[in-house]
Each structure stands twice: as structure tokens, then as C-alpha cells.
């Protein structure tokens, strides 16, 4: 049986993915083409990071020092994520405007299960 954060982070999932293809296909016929694949950037980088706090929390939760663990591997996934974006900005192969409407539009998602979640629970 799944539990409700499984459900959750599945449509979640599936949403971001739906949408960033969306908006990365329409956006192929209106700008060049470091905007789309800027949008699929933003919102893997936002997916991955979301996968990773979910992965450490039910890792490390209810056991000794999880509070600073979780936090450690929250630094290094920041850390590796400017860097990637460092690299994709020197090569100039994003643009920071289709990288935030990517991370911005799986954040609204995210937002919007998370407050359909907790309705259900109360």
C-alpha cells in the first residue's frame, strides 16, 4: 500500500513533467532553443532536489544526529547544483530566465499537492 507522501510525490512527478514538457515544446517555436532546454533544466534541478531532502528525511528520520545529516546532504545538494549551473553558464548553454520559470513551475506544483495533501489529512 502506498502511503500518502509516495502518492504525493508521484503526482507530483508526473505533473512537473507533463507541464515543463508543455511549456519546453512551446516555447521551441517562440525562442531559441537555450530557453526550452533551460525550462527542463530548472525543473530537473528542482525534481532532483525535491527526491533528495524525501530520500534523506526517510534515511536518516527518527535516528541519532538525522538533524545535522539531513542538513549536510541539503548543503552538498546545493553546492552541486550551483556548480552544475556554473559549468551550463560558462558554456553558455542556459538561460537564467527559462531555468527559473522550470524551477518556478514545479515549485507551484509541488505547492499545490502539498496543500491538496494536508486537506485530505484534516
Do not use: C, D, Y
Amino acid at each position: 500500500m502506498e502511503t500518502m507522501i509516495e502518492t504525493m510525490t508521484k503526482r507530483i512527478n508526473k505533473q512537473a513533467a507533463i507541464v515543463i514538457a508543455l511549456l519546453a515544446i512551446f516555447s521551441v517555436f517562440f525562442t531559441e532553443w537555450r530557453f526550452p532546454l533551460s525550462i527542463i533544466i530548472g525543473g530537473i534541478i528542482f525534481l532532483a532536489s525535491f527526491w533528495v531532502i524525501i530520500w534523506a528525511v526517510r534515511k536518516f528520520a527518527g535516528k541519532h544526529m538525522a538533524q545535522p545529516i539531513i542538513m549536510g546532504i541539503s548543503t552538498l545538494k546545493i553546492l552541486l547544483i550551483f556548480a552544475v549551473l556554473i559549468v551550463l553558464a560558462i558554456l553558455k548553454l542556459i538561460n537564467i530566465t527559462g531555468l527559473v520559470i522550470g524551477f518556478t513551475v514545479s515549485l507551484i506544483i509541488m505547492t499545490k499537492e502539498g496543500f491538496i495533501a494536508a486537506r485530505k489529512e484534516s
